[in-house]
């Protein structure tokens, strides 16, 4: 009997950043509408709503692949995806002018200074963050849908 | 409809039963002398129940006392870090 794996991997692998995109969506448009803010925040939304968990999921039926020849931890696995991650947005958001890049530091949103010293560990940062969450929500999901 | 119509749909369909269970019989083998495992599983299940699920390790709470570290000294960085989840 075929038990479809691969359909489990990818709903265990955008179920993560999909539960935060009402929070999110409804935080850009709190910002947009209730505070006025000028800057047009939608033109940012494309990244995080639409290719954010279509990534999470398809990296999580990889991660079923590779499995069978070489089994990695789930955690891990997930701290690689900012390396991925991190270069594509950054693209993104140039490309739609949501992130500026300055001579000391890029601007994003028009509003979030960030210096260049500050990028490192703010990356470090963000690759703690995906292999938290891979190891404990997404490996949790993937042993209660059987596939881990 | 006829009684003569009636009856042989009945006929019809108590020999369709026969033949689906002679089917089923013949798909499902028997279990024969394997009806019962052959150790007791209870005690591995009471085992199993009574396990506590493992504590985080002190690495993983660095990382996230690091994570926090970071969006509180780097307040910027919050909006920048949900951009990318």
Redesign the interface.
């Given at each position: 009997m075929n038990t479809h794996p691969y359909i489990r991997a990818y709903l265990a692998g955008v179920f993560f950043?999909t539960l935060?995109l009402p929070v999110?969506l409804a935080?850009f448009l709190v910002l947009r509408f209730v505070f006025q803010v000028q800057f047009p925040i939608e033109r940012?939304l494309v990244?995080?709503l639409a290719l954010?968990p279509s990534v999470w999921g398809l990296w999580n039926m990889l991660w079923l692949a590779l499995r069978a020849s070489r089994p990695i931890p789930a955690g891990l696995h997930g701290a690689i995806l900012?390396l991925l991650?991190?270069p594509a947005?950054a693209c993104i958001?140039t490309s739609l002018g949501l992130l500026a890049l300055g001579s000391h530091g890029v601007t994003?949103?028009q509003s979030?200074?960030?210096p260049y010293a500050?990028i490192a560990?703010?990356f470090?940062?963000?690759i703690?963050?995906y292999?938290?969450v891979w190891?404990y929500v997404v490996g949790f999901l993937n042993r209660t849908l059987g596939i881990a | 409809m006829k009684p003569n119509d009636l009856s042989q749909n009945e006929e019809q369909i108590n020999q369709n039963e026969e033949e689906f269970q002679a089917l089923l019989r013949k798909s499902l083998p028997s279990i024969g002398n394997a009806a019962e495992p052959a150790r007791d599983l209870w005690p591995a299940m009471l085992r199993r129940l009574d396990e506590k699920p493992a504590s985080v390790p002190w690495f993983d709470w660095a990382l996230l006392a690091g994570l926090l570290g970071v969006a509180a000294f780097v307040p910027a960085s919050i909006p920048v870090l949900l951009y990318y989840l």
């Open positions: 950043p935060g999110m935080g940012g990244f995080p954010v900012p991650l991190l947005g958001a994003w949103f979030c200074y960030v500050l560990p703010c470090l940062a963000a703690a963050g292999y938290l190891k | -």
